[in-house]
């Protein structure tokens, strides 16, 4: 069994921070990148940042210079650091674990609204 589980999610007004931590665990073996995807009501669920195993970083446009991805490879744990939070940035965030022989686990989601 692996276990994703993401936390962090809640209410933060305009212009506010917040962190986000995502947590793999259970029979996972090496892992080849981890990452953070959205879904916002009503659309589909995108890329935000994704993190290699080798530390190569991937930031879709319109979060560069706001969230900061980074990881623990000894902790399996993967971390979205977001600032200068925006309204459009309300969605609920999944984590993405894929491993070396490209099996992709997901978290469950964890709920961020940006509103004042």
């Known amino acids: 069994q692996v276990q994703v589980v993401e936390s962090g999610g809640g209410l933060v007004q305009p212009g506010g921070s917040r962190r986000l931590s995502c947590a793999a665990s259970?029979?996972?073996?090496?892992?080849?990148?981890m990452g953070w995807y959205r879904q916002a009501p009503g659309k589909q669920r995108d890329l935000v940042a994704t993190i290699s195993s080798a530390g190569t970083i991937n930031y879709v446009d319109s979060v560069k210079g706001r969230f900061t991805i980074s990881r623990d490879n000894a902790q399996n744990t993967v971390y979205l650091q977001m600032n200068s939070l925006k309204p459009e940035d309300t969605a609920v965030y999944y984590c993405k674990v894929v491993r070396l022989d490209g099996i992709i686990y997901w978290g469950k989601g964890t709920l961020v609204t940006v509103s004042s």
């Open positions: 259970g029979s996972i073996s090496s892992i080849q990148y």
